[in-house]
């Protein structure tokens, strides 16, 4: 299972890429692999108001259907809109062509709150 | 050990489309010696096309084959937690087929229907008796609808004091469907976490102005008592809010235990579940709730009453949420409830409760060395197990598939959330020992057989006329229709 260094993680299992302005959001190899094979994605609309800790999508595999939640908040700059037509994506390809949204967050420092890969492997080595 | 599934002769079978031929017809009529009446031209389709084409012969045989494919609990053993596959006893169909309650047309005036008035009045007064609460009404015709009625009987006594109370807290131990009904009733889900139990203390922690009720299904989805929940429905009436139990899981309780008792505010029943009627098809179902005294003003309306020897629907409620259903219920599932009630008696029917239990732990002593036992606090109704302790990379769904080749159907699996891989087996109380003794037996030898060898899981099932599905696939590009 692969947890690239330069992703921050949430406890939730998404993974956030911060960048100058934006933040891309999807979830973690762990994610995918707990879920099985993601059968549908439903992401938010462009322009829709994400807040830290609150659902802003939906994945559903063979075996659970279960809430993606926005790690920081701010506004949805970004959808991947090739995620609900080819949702295997999420399982095959978690950090590149599995990505959800793209947010503008309100405040970027938020970020510096999720975890880093050392302290994500814990985490989830805490709950197998 | 026996393996009740085994090679036999299974009878293929095509589709109705496949089986069509043009002109062949399914009916003979005699000769018209009446003025032909025609319907008006703009409501007939010029042509029908596709449409089988079929002889009697034809359509018996077809679904008589496709019935050969069904596994029900009236062919064996179907530890579907949740659920409460029970064996139905067949003297409820006797009563649900009498001619003067199965033919009644809903619109019948009530001086007609007295008795079916009185069944229904009767019922709800025996569930009211055994749920410690003071009215019920049967209107809701499944679980979810119960559940929907008793958030909306909740909203509707909230507004009545001016109150605006937006949000719902709902632990991780609930029914799937709960987040959903609150949802729909226009609140806000707060998930909350339990450790098997909900503690008074997180509750605690989450109870503010804002909260108009608590969702808590007891037993929980881990089949676990919620041992708290006296004083955690005191701490919600304390501060305002009022307490939802969904009653799915009242199979553990009837004849022991009294929600009302409890505290509990409001409770929805599954008729098809605890009173035993059939349900593995989806449906039809019965919801009916019950209320403390508080809410009564607010059910769904009509309810049915008793004026002296007379029975009535009463429609004068003017606190009432409203009307929930066109008519009253799904009477059929009501006539099966009341007449499981009343040929079990009282003392069957605590009796029903007990076994329910006993069978539940026998299952958990029998398999808890080998199966991982997360929770490990005394079982009801059911017992949740995961897959963590499965050798050759197995994992819960291959147990399932490899079940069916033992001749079980599968247990509920990958539920409740809060158990990685869950196995959750509910036995209930109409299984001999001798049939817990074999199906544990089964799930054993699985076990073992997961370590042995294990792609007799990851290939099963190998016995029934259907292999493994691919079941990604299925949902990822499902075919919606036949294309001849």
Redesign the interface.
Known sequence: MEFPEELKYTEDHEWVLVEEELVTVGISDFAQD?LG?V??VELPEVGTEVVAGKAFGVVES???VSDVYAPLSGVVEDVNEELPDT??MVNTSPYDDGWMIKIRPTDNSDADNLMDTEAYQAHIAEEK | MTQAGTSGLVLNEKLLFEHSEPGRKGYSLPTLDVPEATLPAELCRDEITGFPELSEVDVVRHFTRLSTWNYGVDSGFYPLGSCTMKYNPKVNEVAARMPGLADIHPATPQALTQGALALIYHLQEDLAEMSGFSAVTIQPAAGAQGELAGMLTIRAWHEAQGSTRSKVLIPDTAHGTNPATAALAGYDVVPIASDGVLSLAEVEAHMDDDVAALMVTNPNTLGLFETNIEPICKLVHERGGLVYCDGANFNALMGIARPGDMGIDVMHFNLHKTFSTPHGGGGPGAGPIGVAEHLVPFLPKPLVVRDGEAYRLDDDRPQSFGRLLAFNGNFGVLIRAYAYIRSMGAAGLKRATEMAVLNANYIRARLEDVYDLPYKNRSLHEVVFSDKNLAGGCHTLDVAKRLIDYGYHPPTIYFPLVVKGAIMIEPTETESREILDEFCDAMLVIAQEASDNPDLLHNAPTVPKVRRLDETTAARKPKLKWEG
């Open positions: 707990a094979d059968v549908f063979v075996k659970a949702p295997e």
